[in-house]
């Protein structure tokens, strides 16, 4: 059985199921690099360029630890765009390049573009022409797509239940339910780009740190998209980048949610959508606190714990207040 | 209507005549300097990219001369570029400002199309008034940049090189005044002669390519006057990319003159195989151009944490080692100091001139 590798890092946390399933009724068994660790960040600070991201710098540690394993195959796709008229980010749209240029021996590469920003015939004959690659009939392939969505749309309910991406793709897989973290007495929106926020070691555990914290939180992929996408109308100018746009409107709608008492926002230094979005939020929010943090590869958990604290203990003074000065208005 | 626009290198002599064209009041932001980089600095988002921030603090000191209205281009990315005049909208409406801003979304290839956003942008113009007033500000910007190419060639060469930046200086500010076609002729005739006239040196010339993100390129006071220091060093700078060829390829769709471009997405490939937004595809093909060219070597600039050239900058190793040509990248920001800029330009050029030395002798031997 042919085996393909697959990065655990970017867009895995959004569409492995897809892939997976995708994969495996093409009669390969699918590979995947171990969870981000301390490894993984070396190798990707040592090969990618210092001034890139460190999401991208952990893709490549990731791309790096698969090479050395017996695969047949790496999976490197090339995601331009995932709807009409929008981007991801330039860097998503020359990756492949951009690990062939600075690994070599890789094994051979399978380059998937996929590109929706005009209509959807070139992403039906990139999934043809990876069909051929495992000797597959003309249809036989577009199926297996098929049902991989399916299975995707599977894994995106769970999300909406309020597991992260990651858990959701643990469970899809098979895990047990974890046990439902709590009690809570804070509710705060966390935002960021899907592959920073859920990588424990990107965010620094920022998921983990506020649940134990006593947060409950609320995750964009909650939110229902045509909620999501009326609000991010509200701005004059159409935000071109897909995360970016989500995250607009996200927290456009969490701040309308009475239930939410403040919004966080992870960015990652070095990143150009985030670079215009955090800041772009930060001027709409007028009635909910709003934290806006920004990581990399040199940030120190402890110092992000205290920053934490310090937010939620900021939500629970104002809650008392303002539930004093209720109580005396109309007392 | 007191219009105002950015600043980029020069484009400020072709921008006054298209506006001063289209019958408007034009108040042109005073030069960049270490005053406008502190207002861009101090009012925009802390990571967004230097052009960004230049813009930001270009627009303040420009409403501060009285300026109500911006003119501004955009874009549908995927590079930040298409976003910056939103944020900048915001920023300086939140600083209480008041004014208009028209923002021109680059028409993909469509020539009629621009032609009527300036039409419309203009005080009562007629279309006629609006095709010739795009000629002549056409005219304007060809001038000069054949003044900025003859600068370019002769600055490594001239010995008194003051006398060079003098004439040089002097005659872009006697085009931007010029309202003539045959004046800019004149001027443009006057003072490549005087350019030429100066004695030069016998020095060996080394020969770099320029390539990266388009304004840090045009904007000399964004890579803190490279090309002037470089010409210094006894370096001749070629760069890939010119206003009039960006605006050939972009907004005329190659309608103007012939492009060069199809041949240099070309030479990109198999480096770069596909668009990455701005100009990343073409910084590898510029560079893969240079090398077959027989430059001594390619010097990559952009602000930092400009996505496409990140990209480019991350497969450019694989460039200069298959096409042998030794490429540096430069990342420019507001914290760059002008003193390890200067090392490091000097460093590249040393290693350029003893490895053109090796091959000469090993030539001669
Ligand atoms: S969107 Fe931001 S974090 Fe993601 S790859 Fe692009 S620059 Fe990096």
């Keep these: ?331 | 209507m007191k219009v105002t626009f950015p600043h980029m290198g020069n484009a400020c002599i072709t921008i006054n005549a298209l506006l001063k064209g289209l019958n408007l009041e034009v108040i042109t932001p005073p030069p960049i300097s270490k005053k406008t980089f502190e207002l861009g600095v101090k009012y925009s988002p802390e990571f967004a990219c230097l052009p960004l921030k230049l813009n930001v603090g270009n627009f303040i000191e420009a409403l501060e001369k009285g300026a109500d209205t911006i003119v501004m281009a955009g874009g549908w990315g995927p590079c930040r570029f298409g976003y910056y005049a939103q944020v900048e909208r915001d920023i300086l409406k939140d600083l209480g400002y008041e004014f208009e801003i028209v923002i021109l979304e680059a028409p993909d290839h469509q020539v009629s199309e621009l032609v009527q956003q300036l039409k419309s942008l203009g005080n009562n113009i007629s279309l006629w008034k609006a095709i010739n007033t795009i000629h002549f500000a056409w005219m304007k910007l060809q001038a000069v940049e054949t003044l900025e190419k003859e600068l370019e060639f002769c600055l490594p060469r001239v010995i008194d090189k003051s006398l060079l930046q003098k004439i040089y200086q002097t005659a872009l500010q006697d085009t931007d005044a010029a309202c003539s076609r045959k004046k800019i002729q004149q001027i443009l005739h006057q003072a490549v002669l005087e350019m030429r006239e100066i004695p030069q040196s016998r020095q060996q010339i080394i020969k770099i390519g320029l390539v990266g993100e388009i304004y840090t390129i045009l904007e000399p006071s964004s890579n803190y006057h490279l090309i002037d220091y470089m010409g210094y060093l006894g370096v001749e700078v070629t760069r890939a990319i010119y206003l009039s060829d960006w605006i050939n390829d972009h907004l005329l769709g190659g309608w103007i003159k012939k492009s060069h471009n199809r041949h240099i997405i070309r030479s990109s490939q198999p480096y770069i195989n596909y668009f990455v937004g701005g100009h990343g595809q073409q910084t590898i093909g510029y560079t893969v151009d240079f090398a077959r060219r027989h430059y001594h070597g390619v010097i990559q600039i952009a602000p930092l944490t400009c996505m496409p050239e990140i990209v480019a900058h991350s497969i450019l190793p694989r460039v200069s080692e298959a096409e042998n040509i030794p490429v540096m990248t430069m990342y420019f920001d507001e914290h760059a100091g002008e003193a390890g800029i200067q090392t490091r330009l000097e460093a590249f050029v040393d290693m350029l001139r003893r490895k053109n030395r090796r091959q000469d002798n090993s030539k001669e031997a």
């Excluded at chain 1, 069909?131 to 299975?151: P, T």
């Design chain 1, 1 to 331: 059985m042919k085996k393909v590798g697959i990065a655990r890092a970017l867009f895995y946390y959004y569409y492995y199921p897809l892939w997976k399933t995708f994969f495996q009724e093409m009669g390969a068994e699918v590979l995947l690099s171990r969870e981000t660790n301390k490894l993984t960040i070396q190798n990707g600070i040592d090969l990618a360029v210092d001034e890139t991201c460190f999401p991208v710098k952990v893709y490549y540690g990731h791309v790096q630890e698969l090479c050395r394993q017996n695969i047949d195959y790496l999976f490197l796709p090339r995601v331009v765009s995932i709807e009409p008229r929008s981007y991801i980010c330039p860097k998503f749209m020359g990756l492949p390049d951009m690990i062939k240029a600075s690994m070599l021996d890789l094994p051979p590469v399978i380059d998937m573009v996929i590109d929706v920003s005009i209509n959807n015939k070139m992403l039906k004959r990139e999934i043809e022409r990876i069909g051929k690659i495992f000797g597959r009939r003309q249809g036989n392939a577009s199926a297996a797509y098929d049902h991989g969505l399916a299975e995707l749309e599977k894994c995106r309910a769970l999300s909406r239940q309020g597991f992260t991406l990651r858990e959701a793709v643990k469970i899809w897989e098979g895990d047990p339910l974890p046990p439902l973290p709590g009690p809570f007495d804070l509710n705060i929106g966390l935002l960021g780009h899907g592959y920073s926020l859920y990588d424990p070691v990107i965010s620094m555990n920022i998921v983990h740190t506020l649940r134990e914290m006593g947060c409950r939180l609320y995750f964009p992929e909650m939110l229902e998209m045509e909620d999501i996408e009326r609000e991010a109308a509200t701005l004059p100018k159409r935000v071109f980048w897909t995360l970016g746009r989500k995250m607009v409107g996200s927290s456009l709608q969490m701040e309308k949610d009475p239930r939410i008492d403040g919004i966080i926002y992870l960015a990652s230094f070095g990143c150009g959508p985030d670079s215009m979005i955090g800041e772009t939020i930060e001027r709409k929010m007028k009635d909910k606190v709003y934290m806006l943090l920004t990581v990399d590869e040199h940030t120190g958990e402890a110092g992000l714990h205290t920053r934490l604290e310090a937010f939620c203990d900021m939500l629970r003074r104002r809650r008392s207040i303002s539930h004093e000065s209720y109580l005396s208005s109309h007392g």
